[in-house]
């Protein structure tokens, strides 16, 4: 199904290069473990990261965050509530420079298949931050910061 509010390279520019971008990311607790992904293309190409994406007009963060973890992980969750936030200044998306701020969400998965999308070259639930590297600096300093693995 075709998304009408999915944006073209052009129009992805011209408003991101403008305006912050909002976003949500999932904190997504699986069997004790959380979701991290690997990503197949840029930016970030190979770095580890929380599943997350774009808030579209009209829809609640409750309504992304369900969205995403689908999309994303193929997991349908639960929502359980607002963590905090991650910045990202000045995120390298060629050929602009995008500020993303990103919600994040905790969420509980509760069925599906854990699979990945084709943003994603790899998918696997961890216990500890030494199960991926590199992690994107944003998302390990939140982990960190909110003792995830403590």
């Known amino acids: 199904m075709e998304n009408k509010y999915w944006l ?10 403008k305006v912050p971008r909002l976003n949500v990311d999932l904190l997504i607790r699986k069997n004790g473990e959380i979701i991290m992904v690997q990503r197949s293309i840029e930016p ?11 808030v579209y007009k009209n829809e609640t963060i409750k309504e992304a965050s ?31 420079n995008t ?15 854990l699979i990945h999308d084709k943003n994603a070259k790899d998918i696997k639930t961890i216990s500890k931050l030494s199960d991926v590297s590199p992690i994107v600096t944003e998302h390990l300093d939140f982990l960190q910061k909110h003792k995830i693995f403590d």
């Open 44 to 54: 970030y190409l190979d770095y580890w990261h929380l599943p997350g994406g774009t």
């Open 99 to 113: 500020h993303t701020i990103s919600i994040v969400i905790e969420v509980i998965a509760v069925g599906g298949n």
């Open 66 to 96: 369900m969205r995403i973890a689908k999309d994303e992980t193929g997991l349908d969750v639960d929502f359980v509530g607002c963590l905090d936030y991650m910045e990202f200044l000045n995120e390298n998306r060629k050929p602009i």
């Open 8 to 17: 073209s390279d052009e129009d992805f520019n011209s408003v991101y290069g």
